[in-house]
């Protein structure tokens, strides 16, 4: 397994673990507490950062899978009259 999947599914784990932490300090109304309120708000924002990975990993294996967007337009045109120029002038 490479290591994107591990890490996808480490980042799966933990989004679990920290909803459930969260779920059970809602059922067992720890939330009221000052203590319960931080390990709430922490858990939240430990599964919100490791979200917010996991949409950058999925979008950046699909950017993969598409492939390059095609040089087109008039900054690859250009690009490509530029490079050929130089070539014409070290043939000289």
Request: charged letters at 15%; glycine letters at 12%.
């Amino acid at each position: 397994m490479s290591d994107r999947g591990i890490l996808f599914l480490f980042s799966i784990v933990v989004i679990l673990v920290s909803l459930a932490v969260t779920g059970w300090q809602v059922a067992t109304g720890n939330v009221g507490s000052f203590d319960g309120l931080f390990l709430t708000l922490t858990c939240l924002l430990v599964a919100l950062a490791f979200g917010l990975y996991l949409v950058f990993l999925i979008r950046r294996t699909l950017e993969e899978v598409k492939g390059p967007p095609p040089a087109t337009g008039k900054a690859g045109g250009a690009a490509q009259q530029k490079s050929s120029l130089v070539g014409a002038a070290k043939n000289e």
